[in-house]
């Protein structure tokens, strides 16, 4: 990847999304980038839609990241992934949560959760990461932990030591969840690295 980038990070309120965009944005800056930050909460606290766009390089004057412009796309929720298709080009690489938080008119059998969600970003030749950050996150001692596994799934794809993070992880995280974080972003980083 190019040293400068965009990511997108997509999900539902209440699964981590801002702390995980903020570890990384932390982890670029502490690296030498210049990062800029953008969050979306909506209805986050009603189960609404939430994103944050991370923009770094040398130089970054803007977070928005334009359409087709997403480097990255880093998903909490796999039809969440869907909707953020258009932010994606050819060489975008999308790394999404298998769990599925179905929206009032699928939970309420008006119409169906798409079988295939993720099709339509494969089939355009895009990689996808399919994580199932729950279980892994409740193999490392705490489910939720599931968005420092998604952002240690990530990590692999961005110009940075590892150590970068453990550095972050130590200084932005409250003590008493440093551990289980520790290891829940080992145990993602070993599905991409």
């Known amino acids: 990847m190019a040293a400068t980038g965009n990511i997108l990070f997509s999900g539902v309120g209440g699964q981590g999304i801002l702390l995980a965009s903020e570890v990384t944005a932390y982890a670029l800056l502490s690296a030498g980038y210049d990062a800029k930050k953008s969050e979306v909460h909506g209805m986050a606290q009603r189960g ?3 994103t944050a766009q991370l923009r770094y390089g040398d130089k970054v004057y803007s977070p928005l990241i334009e359409p087709g412009k997403a480097d990255i796309l880093i998903s909490f929720e796999m039809m969440e992934a869907a909707r953020y298709l258009p932010y994606l080009h050819k060489e975008s690489k999308v790394i999404v949560n298998s ?13 169906p959760y798409p079988a295939e969600v993720l099709d339509s970003i494969s089939s355009q030749g895009i990689q996808v990461v399919k994580v199932d950050a729950f279980d892994i996150a409740r193999d490392a001692g705490e489910v939720k932990a599931a968005n420092i596994v998604m952002v240690g799934a990530m990590s692999a794809f961005l110009p ?9 992880i130590n200084t932005r995280i409250p003590e008493r969840f440093r ?5 829940a972003f080992a145990a993602g980083r070993k599905i991409t690295a």
């Open 179 to 183: 551990e289980v974080n520790m290891k």
């Open 160 to 168: 940075m030591d590892v150590e970068v993070y453990e550095n972050i």
């Open 99 to 111: 769990q599925q938080i179905k929206p009032p008119s699928v939970a309420m059998g008006v119409i």
């Open 48 to 50: 609404g839609s939430v």
